[in-house]
């Protein structure tokens, strides 16, 4: 079950190009693609013909142009063109979507078009300001559902397990961070600390830590698909916990910022786009792709992880689940989107 009426990332900006790109998103076939002027369009992926998807197509001045039989689709989904026919048939038409180009993103709107707020759409400006926040960004694909790919993302005790070599280290260090949990109106947003702890060896190797880090993570949960994260470190005993405040400024330290946004492709599986964003070493490129290559190690270590859970899960649906001290961000986030579902269903 899906919140649909909300923004969903349908693509990097930069993926969308010339020719047509189709994704099934929530379960329905998309084709998106940008029209001669450089705007992106949305369609339903099924020409009204005789069904043929249309990102099998290509895209022409007037619009995208079935490969089957030539008819040609405008922005709007309305047929414009019958090849060797003047006449174009009352109906000829195909469901199109509102989308919206910003940050780097291309986000949809699965719902009814006309509660489409744009103003609902999450900001992230890191992503246009390469000076302070050089990014790279990138797209998996998991054959995971996107509650699982939530939760993984709620619950950072797993990094001491599942990423030890990388963004997570000593496992202890995690069991015992100091938790903020605080709900928001249309999700959670969580604090960690770990103070004079072991930095992990992503850390070491971008900045070369000589000892012991006093460490944090904010991530804020916004229902129904993206978390955003602003982790980093600094010798330990050095002030990192004087006045502290959520996503208070903080000079001279080792930080970076991570978006997830999680868009379901089916019940099973989903598209990660996450981007990683170097706030410490901003004037060399090399570091912007280090941190990301760290990072695209770490999720693999996830997807891993994810898909055998899936499977699993599907295999043994009936089985108990408990809960643990550390599922109090996860149990809120999915209320999050529990309360946006029956929002929908009820109207
Ligand atoms: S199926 Fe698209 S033009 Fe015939
Ligand atoms: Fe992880």
């Known amino acids: 079950m899906f919140v649909r009426n909300a923004w969903y990332i349908a693509a990097w900006s930069d993926e969308v190009a010339q020719s047509p790109l189709g994704r099934r998103i929530l379960g329905e076939p998309v084709v998106l693609f940008r029209d001669s002027a450089g705007a992106i369009a949305a369609l339903q992926d099924r020409c009204c013909h005789r069904g043929a998807p249309l990102s099998l197509g290509e895209v022409v001045p007037r619009g995208i142009q079935c490969g089957y039989h030539g008819l040609v689709f405008d922005s709007a989904g309305q047929c414009v063109l019958v090849p060797g026919d003047h006449k174009v048939p009352p109906g000829a038409q195909v469901r199109s979507y509102p ?3 910003r940050d ?3 986000w949809i709107w699965m719902g ?4 489409a707020d744009r103003s609902l759409i999450i900001d992230f400006p890191y992503h246009n300001d390469s000076r302070n926040w050089p990014h790279q960004h990138t797209m998996m694909r998991l054959r995971s559902g996107y509650l699982l790919v939530l939760d993984n993302l709620m619950d950072l005790s797993h990094l001491g397990y599942v990423h030890k070599g990388t963004v997570g280290g000593d496992a202890t260090t995690h069991v015992e961070a100091k938790m903020r949990t605080v709900r928001t109106p249309n999700g ?5 600390w770990m103070i004079d702890s072991v930095p992990p060896p992503t850390y070491v190797k971008a900045v070369g830590f000589k000892g012991k880090v006093d460490r944090w993570q904010e991530i804020e949960f916004v229902a129904p698909n993206a978390v955003l994260q602003w982790n980093g470190a600094i010798d330990a005993g050095t002030g990192a916990l004087h006045d502290w405040k959520y996503d208070r400024p903080r000079e001279n330290c ?4 991570l978006f997830h946004g999680i868009t379901p492709e089916t019940e099973n599986s989903s598209f990660y786009f996450w981007s990683s964003a170097n706030g410490y070493s901003q004037n060399d490129p090399s570091a912007t792709r280090q941190l990301f290559d760290e990072i695209a190690r770490t999720f693999e270590q996830d997807k891993a992880v994810l898909e055998a859970q899936q499977q699993r899960l599907l295999e043994l649906p009936d089985g108990p689940l408990v809960e643990i001290h550390g599922d109090a961000a996860r149990i809120h986030a999915r209320r999050a989107i529990d309360r946006r ?3 929908e269903q009820a109207l």
Do not use: N
Not at 112 to 115: F, G, I, T, W
Not at 188 to 192: A, D, I, K, P, Q
């Open 188 to 192: 959670v947003r969580f604090e960690r």
């Open 99 to 101: 989308v919206v180009e």
């Open 254 to 257: 080792f930080s970076f910022r």
């Open 112 to 115: 009814k078009p006309e509660q």
């Open 341 to 343: 579902i029956a929002t």
């Open 104 to 106: 780097a993103f291309v």
